[in-house]
């Protein structure tokens, strides 16, 4: 987490402190720039409003929780990330091209953490809240569940991002 800080910390100081684009009025890049930042803070918001009480800061999940397949979940497994890189490139196209560099970081980043929390993840999710079960085994349906989910949904942005 403290990376993920200091990589948004370091868009946002670059996007303050970097030089502007050469075209600073270019409307098709204003344009672009509030466009996807209006798309990632909605994508961003509604995919914290999903996971409800189930929304932690640590790869662990809840034992409260459930595998979320409905959606934005259902297009992404990682719609935080994908809007908060949305915002990034967003906040680039709206300031200074050297925003971008952090921001390529972050991809990087929230890749590798994904894949981190997938595996903490595993099977770490129960079978159904309603029958109070402990947290599923490798052969039980929500291993399979979460298999499944992890091959057939990208993991930031949805279909081809």
């Known amino acids: ?25 270019s409307p098709v890049r204003v344009g672009a720039g509030i466009a996807i930042g209006i798309a990632g803070s909605l994508l961003l ?11 932690t800061a640590l790869p662990k999940p809840l034992e409260s929780s459930t595998l979320r397949v409905s959606g934005q979940y259902r297009l992404a ?13 967003a906040g680039s196209l709206l300031s ?3 925003p971008l560099i952090p921001t390529a970081l972050l991809v990087v980043l929230f890749e590798l953490k994904s894949r981190h929390e997938e595996s903490m993840l595993g099977c770490a999710i129960p079978t159904t809240r309603r029958t109070g079960a402990a ?27």
Do not use: K, N
């Open 1 to 25: 987490m403290v990376a993920q800080s200091v990589l948004i910390l370091a868009i946002v100081g670059a996007g303050i402190a970097g030089p502007d684009w050469p075209d600073v009025a």
């Open 45 to 55: 918001v509604a995919a914290i409003r999903a996971l409800g009480g189930s929304l």
């Open 77 to 89: 497994r990682h719609p935080i990330y994908g809007g908060l890189l949305l915002d990034a490139v």
């Open 96 to 98: 200074s091209p050297i």
């Open 135 to 161: 947290f599923a085994t490798d052969s039980s349906p929500a291993c399979s569940d979460a298999s499944e989910h992890r091959v057939r949904v990208r993991a930031f942005l949805g279909p081809g991002l």
